[in-house]
């Protein structure tokens, strides 16, 4: 039998907790959680052997009545990251969702298998029937994960703005398929890759795509449901959300691009570069202003997907330039970044909960010192957060390094000024993100990790138990071994798009891509030996003259003994950059006074920064506005007055009669 | 039949410029009686039985004794039995339903050049015009469920002409649709009167939350 289709039932099976009897509450949820630790180890088994192995035949070919599941290379890239990321993710949940024992356990166990199950079935639907199905259950249950600490007033109203942005998403991915499949033979995607949809159409339906999966993956300006709604759901799910289903987005609008809408058009590749790097930069910095940790993840992801559309933008652009030998360096990209960064987002989200589940708190304010309390969790993070910054020897960098030769790439091939003039914009872009998204990282850590308590809600920290450090330690595992070992990784994702037969681009040495005129090479493993010498070299001077005394004593501080609120806060280190970005965030400050009995004492103050969201000011409050208006516009027209109403149908009759005549 | 057509128009043109309930619901009454007549004419003329007559026999039962009775014996609850409107809107009435008979007849020319019931379908379209212009422009509950009958007669004369003869079924299920709705309506406007102390339907805007 399948092994793929063994781990759907295997997650259908866990997914049966939900009906479990109350009082097994804990074993339901030990045994729905092996289910899904089981299915996604088989998920990402048969993803990971039907990419090594040559690719003849299909990864899956089944179809019951109008349902099908039919996978290719592509749809194997993402169901190995939804294997991976669900299995190191599902072990984490183990311990962390034990915290909801008695709220609804059950309920989020089973859900979770639904989810993990839905995932998969829109990574393998091979028809559009069957992937709208996937495609909503799949928002449903992220939409009852998200909601499942109801009892929270603000968990509700996220919910339901991520519920009604995918709606609105799932609206314009239906009329893209629509506008194909009433084109060709059947909704099938294989008769749907023979569409005959031309001009203008082909414009809105691509439009359309693009505007459905850009809002599932957070681009802005779509991207508001996103930091509402990672934060409110628990963070196992966070981290699914935001390591996979963000994924899943680009799975959806990678096979429109290749198989059905094509990318012969200039435009096309454009905006979806220019969309994904003005995400990636203002997302960015929006994080860098969050206080809130699993903010700024959310912020985070926001920017990454940003910088792994703007790579698939720049493939599609160099396909539409005839240049596919090349375009294959981005598309590559864009696929080992979508890798990395479902690894890395998966460990920081999962990081994050073993925080809050510490301290209690998401406000990094009010943490500090966590290193001493929790230093395994803290190492993980670290891993996590240089991964996030692209640090040498984790992962992150792979991936922004391929995005990087990739514009290098497009810059050598640009022909004319305007193309020259938006490349330079583009690497202004990526160097301003990544010189954030460090700043960002640097800030989370230190800020949380470093330091002194800021409060006392860190003096109860405790470190985590075992299957969450487990969990975290196999991310944090994985994204050194990719970043140090890039090369298997980076053919696999390779051969995927170009084909097995390409030259692969990694090696022994490291990843080389000559496709820029020059050959560039990134080898970790020669810098690591390099780091390696040098620190024994620098150990060696330092140890031949310090002479093993050490004194240790409290930081000098003009005679006083420091305290942590002399620390640097999280608000104060984002300072120069809310002064130099100031006409974009616009930030709004309000001074209020509780108390001012006098002039000079005993007067209060509450003072507080406030960062409006540029699009939700410029562009969804207007919008909402205007809605607003018109409806009580066409109140007008609906009196409620039954003459009225029969007064239109008779106004209709006579039309329909004179225009019958006519 | 012309000379019912005739009688027909007059009927239906009074009928707009009437404000007085009970003279409302004796026009509806002589209305359904010329109705009644050219469902006989029309029956006999092409077949001939039971079948034949029950159209005209369940329109003098339905149209011309049950519902004008009904209405009857409402208006007389009634205390107010005069309709306040100003001459302005009973002219309008009358001039639209000048421009319905003319639109009619266009229709008639354009759709059916040459058929020979023109004058009635010109009359029954302007029935079914000023039956909903009643129901539009007048607010008294009794005046507008006489609007629905005049709607309804003139539906019934038209498909009694387009198609010579309904199945049975058919127009067994057509006169108890219109006696349920009376019944119905003539509840609800009792109801109103109860409530209100009015049968003036602008009352229910109130009810709006």
Same mark, same amino acid.
């Given at each position: 039998m399948n092994v793929l289709l063994g781990s759907l039932l295997v997650y259908l099976v866990g997914a049966l907790t939900i009906i479990w009897p109350k009082k097994l509450e804990l074993t339901a949820h030990y045994a729905g959680m092996l289910c899904a630790v089981a299915a996604s180890g088989m998920t990402a088994f048969s993803g990971i052997a039907y990419l090594i192995m040559p690719k003849s035949a299909l990864l899956i070919d089944a179809s019951w009545g109008s349902y099908s599941l039919i996978a290719d290379g592509w749809s194997g890239v993402f169901v190995s990251i939804t294997g991976i990321a669900g299995f190191f993710i599902s072990i984490y949940a183990l311990d962390y969702a034990k915290g909801y024992l008695g709220k609804r356990i059950r309920a989020l166990t089973g859900l979770w298998n639904l989810f993990l199950l839905s995932i998969t079935a829109v990574l393998l639907a091979g028809d559009a029937f069957t992937f709208i199905v996937a495609w909503e259950i799949m928002a449903l249950v992220s939409f009852l994960l998200v909601?499942?600490?109801?009892?929270?007033?603000?968990?509700?109203?996220?919910?339901?703005?991520?519920?009604?942005?995918?709606h609105l998403g799932t609206a314009a991915i239906l009329i893209a398929f629509y506008l194909l499949g009433s084109h060709s033979a059947s909704f099938s995607f294989a008769d749907m890759m023979h569409n005959n949809l031309d001009g203008i159409m082909r414009h809105i339906a691509f439009l359309c795509a693009f505007a459905g999966f850009a809002l599932k993956s957070g681009l802005m300006p779509l991207h508001i449901w996103l930091p509402n709604a990672h934060p409110a759901a628990p963070s196992h799910v966070s981290a699914l959300m935001s390591g996979v289903m963000l994924k899943v987005a680009l799975y959806g609008f990678g096979r429109f691009v290749f198989q059905f809408i094509g990318m012969d058009v200039f435009w096309y590749g454009l905006l979806v570069m220019l969309v994904g790097l003005v995400s990636a930069f203002l997302a960015v910095l929006y994080g860098t202003m969050e206080v809130d940790m699993k903010r /700024?993840?959310?912020?985070?992801s926001v920017e990454n997907m940003g910088i792994i559309f703007a790579a698939f933008g720049c493939g599609m652009v160099l396909m539409s330039m005839n240049l596919a030998p090349l375009a294959v360096v981005a598309f590559t990209a864009a696929m080992v970044h979508a890798f990395s960064h479902s690894l890395m987002k998966g460990l920081m989200f999962m990081s994050a909960g073993a925080v809050m589940h510490a301290v209690g708190s998401k406000n990094i304010e009010k943490m500090g010192g966590l290193i001493k309390k929790m230093p395994y969790t803290a190492f993980f993070t670290l891993i996590g957060a240089m991964a996030l910054s692209s640090m040498p020897f984790t992962s992150g960098l792979i991936g922004e390094w391929l995005v990087l030769q990739s514009f290098i790439t497009l810059a050598q091939q640009a022909g004319t000024p305007e193309l020259r003039l938006l490349v330079i914009f583009a690497f202004i872009m990526l160097g301003l993100t990544g010189a954030a998204a460090l700043g960002c990282f640097v800030r989370l850590y230190g800020i949380a990790f470093l330091g002194r308590p800021r409060s006392h809600i860190v003096e109860n920290a405790h470190e985590q138990p075992f299957f969450m450090l487990l969990g975290m330690g196999i991310a944090a595992f994985l994204v050194v071994a990719a970043g140090v070992v890039p090369d298997p990784v980076v053919n696999v994702m390779q051969s995927v798009v170009a084909g097995p037969l390409s030259t692969p681009m990694g090696g022994a040495f490291g990843i080389i891509w000559g496709g820029s005129g020059h050959y560039a090479v990134y080898s970790p493993v020669l810098i690591l030996a390099l780091a390696i010498l040098l620190g024994i070299f620098i150990a060696a001077i330092f140890i031949?003259?310090?002479?093993?005394f050490v004194r240790r004593d409290v930081t000098w501080n003009c005679g006083t003994y420091p305290t942590s609120r002399q620390q640097y806060t999280a608000t104060g280190f984002s300072k120069p950059l809310r002064r130099a970005f100031g006409t974009i965030l616009n930030p709004q400050r309000h001074t209020e006074y509780l108390r001012k009995d006098h002039d000079y004492y005993g007067r209060k103050m509450k003072f507080y920064l406030e960062i409006p969201d540029l699009f939700t000011e410029k562009l969804y409050k207007p919008v909402q506005?205007?809605? /607003?208006?018109?409806?009580?516009?066409?109140?007008? /027209?609906?009196e409620g007055s039954v003459s009225l109403y029969i007064g239109y149908t008779m106004l209709a009759m006579i039309f329909v009669l004179i225009w019958g005549v006519l | 039949m012309e000379y019912l057509v005739v009688f027909l128009v007059l009927v239906?043109?009074?009928?707009?410029?009437?404000?007085?309930?009970?003279?409302?619901?004796?026009c509806l009454a002589s209305q359904s009686v010329i109705i009644s007549i050219a469902c006989f004419g029309l029956g006999l003329s092409s077949g001939s039985g039971l079948h034949a007559l029950l159209p005209g026999i369940l329109t003098l039962a339905v149209k011309v004794i049950f519902i004008p009775g009904a209405v009857w014996n409402l208006v007389g609850k009634l205390t107010n039995e005069r309709e306040i409107l100003s001459e302005s809107n009973v002219n309008y009435s009358t001039m639209a339903a000048a421009l319905f008979l003319v639109m009619g007849y266009a229709i008639v020319e354009r759709l059916l050049p040459g058929s020979a019931g023109r004058d009635i379908i010109a009359a029954s379209i302007l029935m079914i015009m000023t039956g909903l212009s009643l129901m539009v422009l007048r607010k008294r509950a009794i005046i507008q469920i006489v609007g629905l009958i005049t709607l309804e007669n003139g539906i019934y004369l038209l498909g009694l002409l387009m198609t010579e003869g309904l199945p049975l079924v058919v127009e067994l299920g057509v006169f108890l649709d219109v006696l349920i709705a009376v019944v119905v309506l003539v509840i609800l406007t009792s109801r109103m009167r109860l409530s209100f102390m009015t049968t003036d339907t602008s009352v229910m805007k109130k009810l709006k939350g």
């Open positions: 909601n499942h600490e109801a009892g929270n007033k603000d968990t509700v109203a996220a919910a339901y703005q991520y519920m009604v942005m995918t /700024i993840l959310a912020y985070s031949g003259t310090t002479r093993g506005t205007w809605m /607003i208006a018109s409806s009580s516009a066409f109140r007008h /027209i609906q | 239906v043109f009074l009928q707009t410029r009437i404000t007085n309930l009970r003279r409302a619901v004796i």
